[in-house]
């Protein structure tokens, strides 16, 4: 079993920057990890997924060259740097845990979740 706490969000005005955090309990060294977001009114979409044990990395096009995702194992931590942003990556960021290590964009693949942290990005 894990458990996986989001902190990090928040207000920034357009362009600016915001860091997310997703902290996980038990052992996942072979797992993959995701980080998926939900704007009101719409489906949940992928923004991007590492494999936590060789770093291989995977994202979303519209995020892609903006956010970067990544782990600090002494920590057991995921994070996820989201520069340039717009108002358009309003949503409630939420990250996943997969421990099968599929590296998939398919949030029904993930078995874990976080309860979400509100990033709101004004114009």
């Known amino acids: 079993q894990v458990q996986l706490v989001e902190s990090g969000g928040g207000l920034v005005q357009a362009g600016g920057t915001l860091r997310l955090s997703c902290a996980a309990s038990?052992?996942?060294?072979?797992?993959?990890m995701g980080w998926f977001r939900q704007a009101p009114g719409q489906e949940r979409e992928f923004v991007a997924a590492?494999?936590?044990?060789?770093?291989?990395?995977y994202y979303a096009d519209s995020v892609k060259g903006r956010f970067t995702i990544s782990t600090d194992n002494a920590k057991n931590t995921l994070y996820l740097q989201m520069n340039s942003l717009k108002s358009e990556d309003t949503a409630v960021y939420y990250c996943?845990?997969?421990?099968?290590?599929?590296?998939?964009?398919?949030?029904?693949?993930?078995?874990?979740w976080g309860q979400g942290t509100q990033v709101t990005v004004s114009s």
């Open positions: 038990g052992r996942t060294f072979r797992y993959s």
């Open positions: 590492i494999r936590w044990s060789g770093g291989s990395t």
């Open positions: 996943a845990a997969d421990p099968r290590g599929r590296f998939s964009s398919r949030s029904y693949e993930y078995d874990y």
